[in-house]
């Protein structure tokens, strides 16, 4: 019998084999481990050093203090990825992770095991419990160092759990309020995609807003040309659903799509224009139908001049100039012709008026989740 025969269930060969990887993000810093093995318990023996107050001048040069380091919201971003030999990765699990409670610590020390949940359908199903450490530098060998009351710091996280239900909980109750208006307004509007929820990696259902931000590539990319050409780099994957029927839309966050380096069309399209409004674009996500009315996302942008209008094809880079056609036309004015293939995209009055619904959901939820209003940070 062969080496790999002899191996026992949970076993690890060193050879051609598939491996698990871990991808974190925090407050625009991302690290990966080191390939480790699949086994029933993966060795993950791995520390990053996440920077929490940045480095200035003055009065940002001075080391933050427990209160100031609570008002800190951002959590940890873990995913977990397996990669086959053959290079094709599977997101298995993303998870966010509170790390405020080391602030709680004399020592500035944390232990804690978290529970990963998978992510789609098995979004409710443990995959992996993951020990971590936190340890706050340079909160041990500073006398200055003063931790925080445990009932302080769980007061904190009780006010930002309770506000975040009741942002949802109004948004929730204005959409529902916009859509019975909508429907009011004419009998085919029944029939339009308009996206106002959306499910992410983890079964969560949110706005479509809070899926889209504006990502400033730096030298990364030279222009939105080079930004279209990079997303179309990424693969393309589609969920099948167990059991056959109808497929599950998911839009993962920007974080597990580049850690696992290939998603759906929806997370394509989420990510480009991310990268156009860096760009200073007027970019927005634009839901439709494509040939045989089967639904399509691709992203719209907005020139200095009101009928200026382009589309770009997330998966394949190209683009689009759309041209508007006038319904109230009579049939003697001759309407323009558009270029673009009518497999890929339907007519553009009805994707005119479907843009102006998504973009004014968009634009007045941001205003019901609390945030500032940035007419060009929409979906």
């Known amino acids: 019998m062969s080496e790999k025969e002899n191996l026992l269930p949970g076993s690890v060969h060193h050879g051609r084999q598939p491996h698990f990887q871990l991808f974190l993000h925090f407050r625009r810093q ?8 699949c086994a029933c318990e993966p060795d993950f023996r791995e520390g990053f050093l996440l920077e929490l107050h940045p480095d200035g001048r003055g009065d940002l040069a001075r080391m933050a203090d427990s209160r ?38 004399t020592n500035g020390h944390f232990a804690k095991s978290v529970e ?19 340890d706050l530098i340079p909160a041990g060998q500073d006398s200055s160092w003063i931790p925080l009351a445990g009932d302080v710091l769980e007061a904190q ?3 930002e759990r309770s506000r975040r239900a ?44 809070s899926f889209v931000c504006p990502l400033k590539a730096g030298r990364l990319l030279d222009s939105p040309q080079h930004a279209a050409r990079f997303v179309t780099a990424l693969g393309l994957q589609r969920s099948q ?23 759906e069309c929806e997370s394509h399209a989420v990510l480009l224009c ?15 139908t494509k040939g045989r009315g089967t639904s399509h996302t691709w992203v719209v942008t907005l ?31 001759t309407q323009p012709m558009n270029k673009y293939p009518r497999s890929v995209l339907a007519a553009g009055h009805c994707r005119s008026v479907q843009l102006r619904s998504v973009r004014r959901v968009a634009m007045e939820g941001h205003v019901g989740r609390g945030d500032q209003v940035d007419q060009r940070s929409v979906a």
């Open 274 to 288: 991310s990268l156009l409004l860096g760009f200073g674009l007027d970019a927005y996500v634009c839901v439709g």
């Open 166 to 209: 009741e942002i949802e909980r109004r948004f929730l109750l204005y959409a529902k309020h916009y859509w019975r208006e909508f429907l009011q307004m004419r009998d085919e509007h029944k029939d339009r995609l308009v996206k106002i929820f959306a499910q992410d990696e983890k079964g969560v259902h949110r706005c479509v807003c």
């Open 30 to 37: 991302r690290f990966r481990s080191n390939p480790v093995p």
């Open 303 to 333: 020139g200095a001049a009101p009928e200026t209008v382009t589309f770009w094809e997330p998966t394949s880079g190209q683009r689009y100039i759309h041209q508007r056609v006038n319904p109230e036309d009579p049939p003697s004015v």
């Open 241 to 263: 659903p167990v059991g056959g029927g109808v497929r599950a839309e998911i839009w993962s966050s920007l974080f597990a799509f580049l850690a696992v380096n290939q998603g």
């Open 68 to 105: 100031s380091l609570l008002s800190i919201a951002d959590k940890l971003h873990v995913t977990l990825v397996r990669i086959d030999p053959h290079g094709e990765t599977t997101l298995l699990s993303s998870q966010h992770i509170e790390w405020r409670h080391v602030l709680g610590d």
């Open 157 to 159: 996280l009780d006010l």
């Open 116 to 134: 990963l949940f998978g992510v789609g359908e098995e979004s409710k199903v443990i995959v992996g419990v993951l020990d971590i450490r936190l």
